[in-house]
C-alpha cells in the first residue's frame, strides 16, 4: 500500500508468546515487541510496544500519538478480520491521498512539560478467529 517499505529485523520469536522486530521508526531505529496472552474465554490478548525513539518532547509525543493510532487502526482491524471474516480498510480510510495526508495531526496542539519523555506506546486487542482456528505462521 502507499509503495511504502521498511527493513525489518526480527529480534525474537516465541510462537503463541511473542514476536520482537527493530525497523524503522519515526526518529530511527525503533523496537516493536507483540505479546500474545490466551484469555479463558480462547481469546488472545495482544498488546504491542514500540520503543527506543530519541527527540524532544514534542517530537515524542508525536511519535508516540502517530504509533498508537496505526497500531490502533491495524489491530481494528484485524479483530473484524479474525472474528467476523470483515475486510475494514481501515488504514486506506483514514489516509485515502496517502499516508502524509490528513498526517501529521496538528503539532502545536500537542506539547509536553519539560522533563516529561514517554518511550513506549501500547495497543491492546483480544481477538478469536472466526472459524476458532489461528494461523500456524505469523
Not at 527506543?52 to 518532547?57: K, N, Q, S
Not at 478480520?81 to 485515502?96: G, T, W
Amino acid at each position: 500500500m502507499y509503495d511504502a517499505s521498511t527493513e525489518v529485523t526480527v529480534k525474537a520469536i516465541e510462537p503463541n508468546k511473542r514476536i520482537v522486530i527493530e525497523w524503522d521508526g519515526y526518529s530511527g531505529r525503533t523496537t516493536v515487541e507483540w505479546k500474545f496472552a490466551p484469555q479463558k474465554d480462547g481469546t488472545t490478548f495482544v498488546s504491542i510496544t514500540e520503543s527506543g525513539w530519541t527527540g524532544d518532547g514534542d517530537d515524542l509525543v508525536k511519535y508516540v500519538t502517530n504509533s498508537t493510532q496505526g497500531f490502533t487502526w491495524t489491530l481494528a482491524g484485524l479483530k473484524a478480520l479474525l472474528e467476523h471474516n470483515l475486510r475494514l480498510n481501515l488504514v486506506a480510510d483514514r489516509f485515502p491521498k496517502g499516508p502524509e495526508e490528513p498526517y501529521p495531526i496538528n503539532e502545536s496542539s500537542v506539547s509536553l512539560a519539560s522533563g516529561e519523555h514517554p518511550f513506549n506506546v501500547r495497543s491492546r486487542c483480544s481477538a478469536r478467529p472466526s472459524n476458532g482456528n489461528f494461523p500456524e505462521r505469523v
